[in-house]
């Protein structure tokens, strides 16, 4: 993903998951706290991505691939993720206030201890994601009918 840049700093390019256009540049050598608050990443390919402590606020990640991503703690509050994949990503401590989930693929995600009353889930998809006695849910969203499991 990285490559050095033109001074000699590590330059990491997001690409589109279907055409290889660079819709990022990012000089660092990690997306690990990085801020990327408002950037245009519809469609990026981002599996398994390093985006802990990431400020993505109102990022716009439509339809994009965070099959695995780490994003905890990211801040992802008003963010567009409609009809991304982040099967098997870790949300814990994630920001995700007012964000727009709808038609997410969020199979097999860690929401433990999460609190996303504003987001919104409209078809998003929840089987084997793993949610606690901590997770706060949007209003009349109920996670066990979409196939969500409640662990200790």
């Keep these: 993903m990285g490559r050095p840049g033109g001074n000699g700093a590590v330059m990491i390019e997001i690409k589109h998951k279907d055409t290889g256009e660079v819709l990022l540049r990012v000089e660092a050598d990690t997306l690990a706290g990085a801020d990327l608050a408002g950037s245009r990443l519809d469609g990026a390919f981002l599996w398994g991505a390093n985006l802990n402590g990431a400020n993505l606020k109102r990022a716009r990640l439509k339809r994009a691939n965070l099959t695995g991503a780490l994003l905890w703690g990211a801040n992802l509050r008003g963010a567009s993720l409609k009809g991304a994949d982040l099967t098997g990503a870790l949300l814990e401590g994630a920001i995700l206030g007012e964000a727009d989930l709808r038609g997410a693929n969020l199979?097999?995600?860690?929401?433990?201890?999460?609190?996303?009353?504003?987001?919104?889930?409209?078809?998003?998809?929840?089987?084997?994601?793993?949610?606690?006695?901590?997770?706060?849910?949007?209003?009349g969203v109920d996670p066990q009918r979409l196939g969500a499991v409640k662990v200790r």
């Design 107 to 139: 199979q097999g995600v860690r929401l433990q201890g999460l609190a996303w009353p504003e987001a919104d889930l409209r078809g998003a998809k929840l089987q084997g994601a793993r949610y606690d006695a901590l997770t706060r849910w949007p209003a």
